[in-house]
């Protein structure tokens, strides 16, 4: 089975990318911006199978349901931004980059690409950015880190939360899904002996083995 890209196929597959007009570059700088930028892929292919099957394998009702809770996980989002002082304006899409530039951009090592299929992927792709743009301003500038755990916990939340849909919805539209790797060291950093352990399409994903 193929493995990871290199870092070079992946900066030749964002080039690709790129020539769509609809693409977005994301560059997250933090492992929790790693994780939720990684989650957007599987959360479009789930959500644009979930809109291709309403009134047809499930119902309209149904799907709307399914789809009001990726909308009900941006406004928790947002809410928690807002609290760390983000504005509202700046949920709105970022400025548009020079091609060229962007083309530059795109072979950085934690740049991704993806085109979305659905208006709820670049929702949640905004509320990625700003999360990646406060965990890094809030870790390097915040005089007493542990002020701020509580901040961390209630984003590793989010995170948890985003995973959790993500695997139901790919459950419910027969999709394989697997926990990140990156979010199954998230979930790991802050144990909390009353969550449940991670869980797929496939069930529960025990912690890999360290070496």
């Given at each position: 089975?193929?493995?990871?890209?290199?870092?070079?196929?992946?900066?030749?597959?964002?080039?690709?990318?790129?020539?769509?007009?609809?693409?977005?570059?994301l560059?997250?700088?933090?492992?929790?911006?790693?994780?939720?930028?990684?989650?957007?892929?599987?959360?479009?292919?789930?959500?644009?199978?979930?809109?291709?099957?309403?009134?047809?394998?499930?119902?309209?009702?149904?799907?709307?349901?399914?789809?009001?809770?990726?909308?009900?996980?941006?406004?928790?989002?947002?809410?928690?931004?807002?609290?760390?002082?983000?504005?509202?304006?700046?949920?709105?899409?970022?400025?548009?980059?020079?091609?060229?530039?962007r083309?530059?951009?795109?072979?950085?090592?934690?740049?991704?690409?993806?085109?979305?299929?659905?208006?709820?992927t670049?929702?949640?792709?905004?509320?990625?950015?700003?999360?990646?743009?406060v965990?890094?301003?809030?870790?390097?500038?915040?005089?007493?880190?542990?002020?701020?755990?509580?901040?961390?916990?209630?984003?590793?939340?989010?995170?948890?939360?985003?995973?959790?849909?993500?695997?139901?919805?790919?459950?419910?539209?027969?999709?394989?899904?697997?926990?990140?790797?990156e979010?199954?060291?998230?979930?790991?950093?802050?144990?909390?002996?009353?969550?449940?352990?991670?869980?797929?399409?496939?069930?529960?994903?025990?912690?890999?083995?360290?070496?």
């Open positions: 089975m193929r493995g990871r890209p290199s870092p070079e196929e992946r900066a030749e597959h964002n080039r690709e990318r790129l020539q769509d007009p609809q693409s977005l570059l560059l997250p700088r933090t492992p929790e911006g790693r994780v939720i930028v990684g989650m957007l892929f599987p959360l479009d292919k789930a959500v644009n199978r979930l809109r291709l099957s309403a009134g047809h394998s499930l119902s309209v009702s149904e799907v709307q349901g399914q789809l009001d809770r990726i909308h009900e996980w941006v406004s928790r989002g947002q809410e928690l931004l807002k609290a760390m002082g983000v504005s509202e304006q700046d949920f709105g899409p970022a400025p548009a980059l020079n091609y060229q530039y083309l530059t951009l795109a072979g950085q090592r934690n740049a991704r690409v993806i085109t979305p299929r659905s208006e709820e670049k929702k949640v792709s905004r509320v990625a950015e700003k999360l990646d743009g965990i890094l301003h809030t870790r390097m500038s915040c005089d007493d880190l542990a002020q701020a755990e509580h901040l961390f916990t209630n984003i590793h939340e989010l995170i948890r939360r985003l995973h959790e849909l993500i695997a139901e919805f790919c459950a419910l539209v027969e999709l394989p899904y697997r926990t990140p790797r979010a199954e060291d998230v979930f790991r950093e802050h144990p909390n002996p009353d969550a449940q352990m991670p869980v797929t399409a496939g069930g529960s994903v025990p912690p890999r083995a360290t070496t």
